[in-house]
């Protein structure tokens, strides 16, 4: 069963940074690519970034290119997100997730419980 635990949300103001970790278990981590998504009050589910089995490629939305950096370490079966000059619209669940860009992350079917990421003064 694939298992997927995201951690390292937070309360953090304008500007400042966090680093979101997703443990995964149940499944071969160094074999699938994986993505971040988020989701906003009464918003839909958005894609945020994506990154292959091996790390050697990314992806990322507009909103994100610059200030977000996914990266994962195959050898702890986790998945990290960077988020850098945070903005009051980031604010939102994150969700670790199976699968390599918009597409292949919106339709997983396999996401965690989410970590709260508030940006706020």
């Known amino acids: 069963e694939v298992q997927l635990m995201e951690s390292g949300g937070g309360l953090v103001q304008p500007g400042g940074s966090l680093r979101l970790s997703c443990e995964a278990s149940g499944f071969t981590f160094g074999r699938v690519a994986m993505s971040w998504v988020r989701q906003a009050p009464g918003e839909e589910l958005e894609w945020v970034s994506s990154i292959l089995s091996d790390g050697s490629r990314t992806l990322y939305a507009d909103s994100t290119k610059g200030r977000f950096t996914i990266s994962r370490d195959n050898a702890k079966n986790t998945l990290y997100l960077q988020l850098d000059s945070l903005k009051t619209e980031d604010t939102a669940m994150y969700y670790c997730?199976?699968?390599?860009?918009?597409?292949?992350?919106?339709?997983?079917?396999?996401r965690g419980q989410g970590t709260q990421v508030t940006v706020s003064s």
């Open positions: 997730t199976t699968g390599w860009s918009s597409i292949g992350a919106l339709t997983s079917k396999s």
